[in-house]
């Protein structure tokens, strides 16, 4: 069975059921994960108060940067779907447990701390074999949809996660918010039991893990694109996958426009975010991807410096509206280059490796992100968050590969 085999020829992605319930199984988890989050600092907050907040949610963050290669290494060896089925289960039944444990007693560190200790763990194997799905359950000319459909659930998700959150928080307590993420961390298991996906190339004998993770990175290391985009990826995620988030309170702060403005500039980022997605998956056709790419990086670059820059608060909405399009842009097109690019045999491993750049690292750099900030101005990191990204959009330009980089366009025979 091939990727043709399961997505109709013609069909785009938006119209194949197979990769609508994939799309609803990580939407359901992503959601999850908001929630599950949030009724974990709200429980850490009530059981040692705000101070004790960040050690949990390090406790759970750690093992997840630490394990995330390891975790590709196991999509790999064992199936993506596989993989993400057996830990969307563990997940369910360990958040489901702590709904429980937190109903019959109060909830206290002791409790909270193992709880994100093993969703962390858990989650470093969950992310790269869920990621590593989409060439394998649809064909390479639909993955620029793809990746535009999951840029949009994700924004679904950090949108109705919260309030589901605050919901069941309201009229259940931490017990009701487990519950809630518990289940819908069922609902993506049960979607992800009916994904057909397409088998890998050929077989390969397994070595050891540690031998498998080197053969990984040297893949990467050795590809003529991957190794390039890999690090394009590094640095555009840098700041972008957690925080300008710091940074837009501090911003918000420090020009004294409350937490309404900051939530105001906020917003407009993820509404640009979702707008890029929607064109994407609707659109998908991105000619010369690679200068699209670069082009995008630019100018997220002006649009970061700018908005440190801003002084009314317009301005900074506008701005943040410009960089969530322009990052939204650049995350959709390398995750397309990324999956069409892969051997999938690897997919897994590089999968981790590119989430581990834009999640993985949030724990240093959320410090980061203050210090600078209390130092030198919230202006300062948002210009040195310009530079990086312009860093990445020279780089793109300058490697010849990736500024010739082009995705396969959709059948024209489509809109019939």
Same mark, same amino acid.
């Given at each position: ?12 992605? @938006? ?20 929630? @599950? ?6 429980? =850490? ?13 390090? =406790? ?7 394990? %995330? &290669? ?31 444990? $937190? ?16 969703? +962390? ?23 620029? *949809? ?75 290391? *050795?590809?003529? %694109? &991957? ?14 996958? +957690? ?21 105001? /500039? ?19 056709? /991105? ?9 995008? &990086?630019?100018?997220?670059? $002006? ?21 969530? &399009? ?33 999640? +993985? ?9 203050? $210090?600078?900030? =209390? #130092? ?7 210009? #040195? ?17 990736? *500024? ?13």
């Amino acid at each position: 069975m091939t990727s043709n085999d399961i997505a109709a020829p013609g069909l785009p992605a @938006y119209r194949d059921i197979n990769v609508l319930r994939w799309l609803a199984a990580y939407t359901a988890s992503v959601t999850g994960d908001v929630v @599950y989050f949030l009724a974990l600092s709200w429980s =850490a907050t009530r059981a040692a108060g705000p101070s004790q907040v960040g050690l949990v949610i390090t =406790a759970g963050a750690l093992p997840r940067a630490v394990l %995330m &290669l390891g975790g590709g290494v196991v999509a790999d060896r064992f199936g993506p779907r596989r993989v993400a089925v057996a830990s969307d289960a563990t997940r369910c039944v360990v958040i489901l447990a702590a709904a429980a444990a $937190v109903l019959l007693i109060s909830p206290k560190l002791w409790l909270l701390i193992p709880v994100a200790l093993v969703f +962390g763990v858990v989650d470093a194997v969950f992310m790269p074999a869920v990621g590593a799905l989409p060439p394998r359950i649809t064909a390479p000319e639909q993955l620029t *949809r793809v990746q535009g459909m999951r840029g949009l659930s994700i924004r679904l998700s950090n949108t109705a996660g919260p309030l589901m959150a605050g919901v069941v928080l309201a009229v259940g307590g931490a017990a009701g918010a487990f519950a809630a993420a518990g289940a819908l961390f069922a609902i993506s298991l049960a979607l992800l039991l009916t994904v057909q996906v397409s088998p890998l190339p050929s077989a390969r004998h397994h070595t050891s893990a540690r031998r498998e993770l080197s053969d990984g990175l040297r893949y990467i290391r *050795r590809h003529r %694109m &991957l190794a390039p985009l890999v690090t394009v990826i590094g640095l555009s995620e840098m700041c972008f996958s +957690g925080p300008v988030a710091a940074g837009l309170v501090l911003l918000a702060d420090e020009r004294g426009w409350g937490a309404a403005g900051m939530g105001w /500039i906020a917003s407009a980022f993820s509404i640009g975010a979702a707008a890029a997605a929607l064109l994407l998956t609707v659109w998908a056709r /991105i000619p010369r991807a690679g200068l699209a790419m670069s082009g995008a &990086l630019f100018l997220t670059a $002006v649009g970061a410096v700018a908005l440190g820059h801003a002084r009314s608060l317009p301005f900074a909405v506008a701005f943040g509206a410009l960089i969530g &399009l322009t990052n939204g842009v650049t995350a959709t097109v390398t995750g397309a280059l990324i999956q069409t690019e892969t051997d999938p045999r690897y997919l897994g491993r590089v999968t981790a490796v590119t989430t581990l750049c834009a999640l +993985g690292l949030a724990p240093v750099l959320f410090p980061l992100a203050g $210090v600078t900030v =209390a #130092v030198w101005g919230a202006a300062m990191f948002f210009t #040195v968050c310009g530079g990086i990204c312009l860093i990445a959009a020279v780089f793109g330009i300058s490697v010849p590969v990736l *500024r010739r980089a082009e995705l396969r366009d959709p059948p024209q025979t489509e809109g019939r």
